[in-house]
């Protein structure tokens, strides 16, 4: 049976992911995960009190999240995981790739005008190769419409 | 009621009731205004409603005469409105648009003030240095009204960091040229230098450099002291909220008492600006975020009192009488025109020269900024702060024309483009998102409403007013609303994905404040002690403000990964 992981996030481009990985999960009857990484990075600056305060609301951000997927999942007939990951996103990303056996990584697009865009000018295709020579997992970017 | 002449004429005791009776007849407008404004669906903005109110006691029998002195605006209301503008920029998104702010607030200010002058000169025949120095002093823009449209629609962060970040700077620049057009006049009308004209000299560009670095620093120091002298070792609201206001007025006080030259001293505005900054970028990292949320709630308050405040003043301050004269609507269709020319020059090359040099500057936000640029209490308050015989003995004249000009010209910008500015943003297509936000509110309050309907149904039946089939028939008809209701809600949610994460977090701050208002509760059931409750309190307080941050990264606009 394969793994399929869905990075998700929230939003638009994470919906068609979803779909995507649902899509896929269904005709293949692959193992579905849900990845939700928890991340301070693009908060600002957080004083003493309040790193764990946003790493807390962000934890319940990402298990609603993760929930609301996996229904969606459930509602087209596909049985999903879900799974938390912390820090960085492109190093947590990797680390989950890395523990776990995944066939397939599928994440959504980020759109160029974004403010800060962890992948700026086409960073994206390169991330995805290194990312895959290293862990030997295909990536697949599920564009916008 | 004139409360100036009232503290000079009555004992001071008589002099403190009027003036009260003058401050809570004010607020008690303001209040009526707001709450019809709120009710309308803020289709005018609040600011320009309070000027129309403000002109229509022109034509009550006994006119509502209140003495507004450049003092009373300049020292008391504008520092607190200039501090929280500053408080809310971000020095990151700043300093990534400086570029086009400073084009716009420095060197704009310069040309612009230039062209405006020139005008003047050439179609009205006004003195130069009376035609420079209101060429600077309608050059600060005030983009009260326009945030407030930026608000309501949501637009781009970064165009409210131009229009706000340009505001703030060329609040000074302008202040800081027109006191330099006013030495001139003065050294013209004594006769100190025979030569009418305008020239800048080095000294000049020295002088205009030291007022407003000087003031920056000023503003800079004096927030970086208390930083580290309050904030970091104190821990306590009140004494932290009290030292904003030193640091406010304080900073805004220094700048203003060190002389530059004999005839000029540092920027006041400028100082509060830099303590704004400092303050709002550096010092909440040394706050709990029950303090700041403190901080921010009590400037939120002083600035709509003191916004509110100015635009009634400028409403009450303009006799619309007076425009009804040929040679004065000719004064102010001349000055407007010039404002708007010189403005759009300004703005468009300016934008351009930054695109140049690398910082570009999208055409749609361009013309935003043109036309949004609106005038208003700076430019005021400098007009009311010349003498009569500012220009000379043989220019009295002069002042009363400048000043209805001032008025003419803020008059316009507030109501041709200030309800103007709302239907380009919509036409510009820089208000799209909100459309889905309105609809979520509208959805959610409906399925809110409904909701409520169907709990009193329920306790009315509980309560045995209700029975029977009435109650089945009515519960009934509650349930497949409510349930149509929520349908709505998630039919949007499936049209706008982008809005999940929003409502989310929306339901997750209720709850939050909802756990708030328990603990508040509890306290008063003994339940907990004011000790265990303060400390409960200051979670909750640190997790709505983690969410306050965690709302504003949201930008689901397609990407999964985090912008």
Redesign the interface.
């Known amino acids: 049976m394969n793994t399929i992981v869905c ?9 068609l ?1 979803q779909e995507r990985a649902i899509q896929l999960a269904k005709a293949d009857n692959s193992r579905l995960i849900y990845l939700y990484v928890v ?1 301070l ?10 790193v ?3 790493q ?3 934890a ?2 990402g298990k ?2 993760l929930q ?1 997927a996996q229904r969606r999942a459930s509602q087209a007939g596909v049985k999903a995981e879900t799974f938390m990951g912390y820090g960085p ?1 492109r190093e947590a990303i990797e680390r989950f790739l890395q523990q776990e056996k995944v066939d397939l990584l599928l ?5 160029q ?7 700026p000018n086409g960073d994206l295709a390169p991330f995805v190769r290194s990312l895959e020579a290293r862990t030997g997992v295909k990536i697949e970017v599920v564009q ?1 419409k | 009621m004139d409360i100036i002449l009232l503290l000079q004429e009555h004992p001071p005791e008589d002099t403190f009731i009027q003036f009260e009776i003058a401050f809570v007849v004010l607020l008690t407008i303001i209040t009526g205004v707001a709450m019809v404004v709120d009710r309308i669906g803020n289709r005018v903005p609040y600011t320009v409603a309070l000027v129309i109110v403000g002109l229509a006691f022109t034509f009550l029998p006994e006119r509502l005469e209140l003495d507004i002195t450049k003092e009373l605006i300049l020292s008391l209301l504008v520092p607190p409105l200039v501090f929280e503008g500053a408080l809310h920029i971000s020095w990151e998104r700043l300093k990534r648009n400086l570029l086009p702010i400073l084009l716009m607030a420095v060197i704009g200010v310069i040309v612009g003030t230039w062209i405006v002058g020139q005008i003047l000169i050439t179609f009205l025949d006004i003195p130069p240095a009376a035609a420079f120095a209101f060429g600077a002093l309608i050059s600060a823009t005030d983009p009260v009204a326009v945030i407030a449209f930026f608000r309501t629609l949501g637009v781009s962060k970064r165009l409210a960091t131009l229009v706000e970040g340009e505001s703030l700077f060329n609040d000074g620049t302008a202040i800081v040229i027109f006191n330099l057009a006013l030495v001139a006049g003065a050294a013209a009308a004594t006769g100190t230098t025979s030569d009418p004209a305008i020239r800048l000299t080095l000294g000049d560009v020295g002088a205009f450099l030291a007022v407003s670095a000087g003031g920056l620093a000023v503003g800079f120091i004096v927030s970086m002291v208390a930083n580290y002298a309050i904030f970091r070792p104190v821990d306590n609201r009140l004494i932290e909220t009290t030292v904003t206001m030193v640091i406010v007025f304080g900073s805004f006080l220094i700048a203003e008492q060190i002389q530059v030259t004999e005839s000029l001293h540092m920027s006041g505005i400028l100082a509060v600006v830099a303590a704004g900054i400092y303050f709002g970028n550096v010092t909440p990292q040394h706050m709990r975020p029950g303090t700041r949320l403190a901080v921010n709630s009590f400037w939120e308050v002083f600035s709509f009192a003191a916004t509110s405040i100015i635009f009634l003043l400028i409403g009450l301050g303009i006799d619309i009488r007076e425009f009804i004269s040929i040679n004065n609507l000719r004064s102010v269709a001349i000055a407007v025109a010039a404002v708007l020319f010189s403005r759009a020059l300004v703005v468009y090359s300016a934008t351009w020269l930054s695109g140049r040099l690398g910082t570009a500057v999208p055409l749609p936000f361009r013309h935003v900024i043109f036309w949004g640029g609106l005038r208003g209490a700076i430019s005021l308050a400098l007009a009311l702060g010349l003498s009569p015989t500012q220009f000379g003995e043989e220019q009295i004249g002069v002042v009363n024309q400048l000043r209805l000009m001032t008025f003419g010209v803020v008059l316009f910008t507030l109501l041709v483009q200030g309800m103007t500015t709302g239907p380009l943003l919509r036409r510009l297509g820089l208000a799209e998102k909100p459309v889905q936000d309105i609809e979520r509110q509208r959805r959610l309050g409906r399925l809110y409403a409904t909701r409520a309907g169907q709990q009193e149904i329920d306790r009315l039946h509980d309560t045995g007013v209700l029975s029977g089939t009435v109650w089945t028939a009515l519960a009934d008809a509650y349930r497949d609303e409510v349930n149509q209701r929520g349908q709505e809600v998630l039919e949007l949610l499936h049209e706008f994905p982008g809005l999940e994460p929003e409502i989310i977090v929306q339901a997750r701050r209720a709850a939050l404040r909802a756990e708030r208002t328990a603990l508040i509760d509890a306290l008063r059931r003994d339940l907990v002690s004011e000790q265990i409750q303060h400390e409960l309190l200051e979670e909750i307080d640190a997790r709505l403000s983690a969410l306050d941050k965690i709302e504003k990264s949201l930008d689901y606009q397609g990407d999964y990964l985090p912008d």
């Open positions: 990075a998700i996030r929230g939003g638009e481009a994470s919906r992911t991340h990075d693009n908060l600002g600056h957080l004083g003493p009190g309040e764990l305060a946003a807390t609301e962000l319940w951000l609603v999240l609301i996103v994440i959504g697009a980020p759109r005008e974004t403010r800060r865009p962890v992948f916008d």
